[in-house]
């Protein structure tokens, strides 16, 4: 399995809040991505990053930031949570090499915002 | 605007085949098709990518006509294990600013 894990797996926090969650690699990926997988709504990118200090925003970015300050580390914070954040929130790594689709994912952080 | 559209559930029984299909009628030459599967409170995994025609791997296998409008997923013999939620997905490349295209996902059941 790729190198790739989360934490924390499971937070409980209230609203108004910050949360930070951490992906990190050990496999040298350029790209890395946060997800959050809500029922009906599949898997939806909030951000991106596709080097160290490149990110980019995906079409679910609001509430939300990164920061990739090294390439091992994928930081996503929720400045203020907000109850519509609880969901499953999962980062994936893929490499660089132009036109692959393959993704590795973490296991998953279970977010509850009171 | 892109998309990728898949059935939201299928049922099937042990031993059969199963055929998934997904349209993306947006697609351009330059883009890829990928399938993952994924059991609860996992991460996706992923299971088999192609450009056209056929691709076959030790757990599938993806036909893609030659209009690349559509993809379909065959998974020979499932069993109950198979039971999971299949995604499509279409990775479109444009140097750094990389697409991906997400189905919303087919859940498949395997009865007994």
């Known amino acids: 399995d790729a190198g790739i894990t989360q934490s924390p797996r499971h937070k409980v926090t209230e609203t108004g809040t910050p949360v930070t969650l951490r992906c990190h690699q050990t496999?040298?990926?350029?790209?890395m991505y946060w997800y959050r997988q809500d029922p009906g709504h599949g898997l939806r990118l909030i951000h991106y990053?596709?080097?160290?200090?490149?990110?980019d925003k995906g079409e679910v970015s609001d509430g939300y930031s990164v920061s990739r300050s090294k390439t091992e580390d994928f930081l996503l914070t929720l400045e203020s949570a907000t109850s519509s954040q609880t969901s499953v929130y999962f980062c994936?790594?893929?490499?660089?090499?132009?036109?692959?689709?393959?993704?590795?994912f973490g296991e998953g952080s279970r977010l509850t915002v009171l | 605007l892109a998309k990728t559209t898949q059935p939201i559930s299928m049922d099937s029984y042990e031993g059969q085949e199963v055929n998934i299909t997904c349209s993306h009628n947006?697609?351009?030459?330059?883009?890829?098709i990928t399938w993952y599967q994924q059991f609860p409170s996992q991460g996706p995994r992923f299971i088999i990518q192609?450009?056209?025609?056929?691709v076959t791997n030790e757990v599938a296998s993806l036909f893609i006509p030659a209009d690349r409008k559509s993809s379909t997923l065959s998974l020979p013999r499932v069993s109950l294990s198979d039971t999971a939620v299949y995604y499509c997905?279409?990775?479109?490349?444009?140097?750094?600013?990389?697409?991906?295209?997400w189905g919303l996902g087919t859940s498949l059941a395997v009865n007994p």
């Open positions: 496999e040298n990926h350029r790209y």
């Open positions: 990053s596709y080097g160290v200090k490149d990110t």
């Open positions: 994936a790594i893929s490499p660089g090499t132009v036109n692959t689709g393959e993704l590795f």
């Open positions: 947006n697609i351009a030459t330059n883009d890829y």
């Open positions: 192609g450009y056209k025609t056929k």
């Open positions: 997905l279409v990775v479109k490349n444009a140097g750094n600013n990389r697409k991906l295209i």
